[in-house]
């Protein structure tokens, strides 16, 4: 796969996603229903991180067992972790931030990978290697809407997808830049809501942040 296919796929995945949830798995015993509830109300792309240790547990059962969503690997920081999450087989790689060598793995990799981002030189340094797609993290701590209006002067074919502070006051406010594809973040499962298995509240939750957006 090219980056240039690399890059017109992640931008589908995220489209499509509008939401980008960040999931860490507490258990396995959450893997299955919470998927579940986040597909049922309407959040059918799922990032599962690697903060935890069932991270590449959840990205292996999902992928077999719920193959009707698209499931990418997050927290991702080095070249060993992303060749187990393609091996575990992840659909799309996210990392928090960027480094030389990661980078060039992903342009070797299978999988599309959206590299972070927290400034232009993150950018440019992926831009020089083909990228057009960034995380950028950790959003509101790095400029947020306003830092975001202007990477879009220098970089007017680069698309992002900010991570970091979204929530659901802001959500809404970022999907309106133009050069935004979708968001990330975790405000439809609250840590609570989570350890209790409140499958229905994620569920209800859920569908509201989409409900909210233009």
């Not at 719920?66 to 499931?71: E, S, T, V, Y």
């Not at 060993?80 to 960027?98: K, L």
Request: net charge negative.
């Amino acid at each position: 796969m090219t980056m240039d296919q690399k890059n017109a796929l992640i931008e589908q995945i995220c489209v499509a996603a509008r939401i980008l949830p960040v999931i860490t798995i507490g258990s396995e015993e959450q893997i299955l229903p919470l998927a579940d509830a986040l597909s049922a109300g309407g959040l059918r792309t799922l990032e599962i991180t690697l903060r935890s240790r069932h991270g590449l547990t959840a990205i292996q059962r999902l992928r077999q067992e719920r193959p009707d969503l698209c499931i990418g690997a997050g927290t991702v920081l080095d070249r060993r972790m992303m060749d187990e999450v393609e091996a575990a087989g992840a659909q799309f790689i996210v990392t928090p931030g960027s480094t030389r060598d990661i980078l060039e793995a992903g342009v070797s990799c299978s999988v599309p990978l959206l590299p972070g981002a927290s400034s232009a030189s993150d950018v440019m340094e992926g831009y020089a290697l083909g990228y057009r797609r960034f995380k950028l993290f950790p959003a509101e701590v790095c400029g947020g809407i306003a830092a975001l209006k202007a990477l879009g002067g220098p970089f007017g074919d680069v698309r992002f997808c900010p991570t970091g502070g979204v929530s659901a006051a802001n959500a809404a406010q970022y999907l309106a830049l133009a050069n935004v594809m979708c968001v990330g973040g975790t405000w439809m499962i609250d840590s609570a809501t989570l350890e209790r298995g409140d499958w229905a509240g994620i569920q209800q939750r859920t569908a509201e942040a989409l409900a909210a957006l233009p």
